[in-house]
């Protein structure tokens, strides 16, 4: 039955479902969050920084290596131009520092194979001058490292390729040498639960791991990172390493014999230091969570979470980067560049955070996520909602308005687009894609600025064309336009060829390739003749 004209229900109309908007900003992590509240100050007036090292004593200053000087600052001062002690006391250039546990001391050396400890907890004065002068290395000192259990020896490596133990109260001669590296040794570290065993990274692709108590030349374990060694460090557990080498980071578990855990490759160019950092409070869940951290010739630190084998945190800097260091108390990163610039990360504490710890073992990192408050909104009676800005998000009850993308023209059609035709032909042969040629002379043909274009081209870009020509005038799908073309620019520029030798040539080329396609043709027509009768017979079967 049908309905009538004119009926007491209201007619229903389809309407497009609401498009939920997207943010304008990807939501932070709480990670990322953590890692975007340093606050970076710079140090300035420098020169390259290879070496940044912190002190594990409280108020945790950190000793900076840039030329022939050391300088050490305090992160709670402000501003942070002025090093509280400058050590100058260095005939070459300063490669590697180290802190004692205890922070008293600290051992540095340079290119002229020399290793110095100062005593740093005296004073600036006390520090001026060497408490011990260590020279056994006849090439560059490269590292220099306090082990984290032991206060009575300093590892010193370099470029001939020796790994020395010293004892500094005993002599200023080494206890131990030890010759299983190759080439330069550029890096190490000490195990953080064993006083006896530590770790040094070569040129040679290497990480050795030595015992001090073996007292020969031969490595406990040994692991080929694939690249030459750039850093290398023990990881909180003692019973892993991080390697650094080329633009990868690799796990290697010590316990299974030097297992390789994982490899991460983040960076674009080499890396060149590494350093861990701890995450949570002892109050926290988060406790003894750690991170590794990177940083790189590309101008990138990363942040490698090793646990789920990916990368949970990226910076750029506007220069080459080659050290890093945090402090002990999680507060102040530091990050030195190839330029001299120094960037100090301070992260400000709460004063809820700094009244709800009890003791200073808490003043760890802590990854929370923010408490959201209420966010006042503004109705269209209030002048600040038409003043909102791009980052405002948009409510449930908003309507997504697309905005047309921005098609992107290539060379040719910007020239066509401004008359310049003869540009555009030039461009597009240079471009050699058959499909934009064949288009572009179709659209000069429409506009009937083909042959005008041929009649200006000089002998450079008539080459251009003629070699195009040879090979795509016998393509069946572009024959059609080619083969035209091809007799009037034989007969439009014949005396421009007669003179060229050039130009002769590719003619020849062009006859020749004519030729063949000509013999095909033929030989197929054979096989035409030669087929047509077969199937008239079987088509009357």
Excluded at 79 to 105: A, E, H, Q
Excluded at 443 to 466: G, I, P, Q, T, Y
């Amino acid at each position: 039955m049908a309905e009538p004209l004119h009926s007491s229900q209201p007619k229903i109309f389809p309407v497009k479902p609401k498009q939920k908007p997207k943010p304008r900003t990807q939501n932070q992590t709480p990670e990322s969050k953590y890692w975007s509240s340093f606050k970076n100050t710079q140090i300035q007036n420098l020169i390259s920084v290879p070496s940044l090292t912190f002190s594990p004593s409280s108020p945790h200053p950190f000793a900076a290596a840039h030329s022939a000087t050391v300088s050490i600052y305090k992160p709670q001062n402000d501003p942070l131009d002025s090093p509280t002690t400058t050590i100058t006391s260095f005939k070459d250039v300063v490669s590697s520092l180290s802190f004692r546990s205890d922070g008293r001391l600290l051992a540095a050396g340079d290119l002229s194979g020399l290793v110095q400890v100062f005593d740093v907890g005296g004073g600036s004065a006390a520090a001026r001058s060497a408490l011990r002068r260590l020279r056994s290395h006849v090439r560059p000192v490269r590292f220099v490292h306090y082990p984290k259990l032991q206060r009575l020896r300093v590892i010193s490596a370099g470029d001939d390729a020796l790994v020395k133990v010293w004892d500094v109260a005993a002599g200023d001669s080494p206890v131990m040498e030890l010759r299983g590296h190759r080439d330069y040794v550029r890096c190490g570290d000490s195990s953080p639960v064993d006083a006896d065993t530590f770790i040094t990274g070569s040129y040679d692709h290497t990480v050795k791991l030595w015992d001090v108590r073996v007292g020969d030349s031969k490595p406990a374990i040994e692991v080929n990172h694939g690249n030459p060694v750039e850093d290398v460090v023990f990881l909180p557990a003692g019973g892993m390493v991080a390697t650094a080498g080329g633009n990868s980071v690799k796990f290697w578990d010590l316990i299974s014999g030097g297992k390789l855990v994982c490899s991460m490759e983040g960076h674009n160019k080499t890396v060149t230091s590494l350093c861990v950092g701890r995450i949570g409070s002892d109050s926290d869940e988060e406790l003894n969570q750690f991170r590794v951290l990177s940083v790189g010739l590309d101008g990138y630190m990363k942040v490698f979470d090793y646990s789920s084998m990916k990368v949970t945190h990226s910076m750029r800097f506007p220069a080459p980067l080659l050290s890093v260091a945090y402090s002990p108390d999680c507060k102040t990163r530091v990050i030195g560049t190839s330029n001299g610039i120094i960037y100090v990360g301070k992260r400000k504490i709460k004063e809820e955070e700094i009244e709800g710890r009890v003791s200073e073992k808490s003043l760890f990192w802590r990854i929370r996520p923010l408490e959201h408050t209420k966010k006042k909104v503004f109705r269209p009676s209030h002048l600040r909602y038409f003043q909102r800005g791009q980052g405002e998000k948009p409510s449930e009850g908003d309507y997504l308005i697309m905005r047309p993308k921005k098609e992107k023209l290539g060379e040719h059609d910007k020239l066509l687009k401004n008359f310049r035709h003869g540009e555009a032909l030039v461009s597009v042969l240079e471009g050699k894609n058959p499909g934009n040629v064949l288009a572009v002379m179709e659209e000069l043909v429409s506009r009937k600025k083909l042959m005008v274009c041929v009649s200006n081209l000089d002998a450079e870009k008539l080459e251009l064309l003629l070699v195009f020509l040879r090979k795509y005038c016998t393509v069946p799908r572009y024959s059609g336009l080619l083969m035209g073309l091809t007799r009037k620019v034989l007969k439009m520029r014949v005396n421009e060829i007669r003179g060229s030798e050039a130009l002769r040539a590719h003619i020849q080329n062009l006859k020749r390739s004519i030729e063949e396609e000509i013999k095909i043709q033929q030989s197929l027509q054979e096989i035409q003749g030669i087929i047509s009768p077969l199937l008239k017979i079987a088509g009357r079967r």
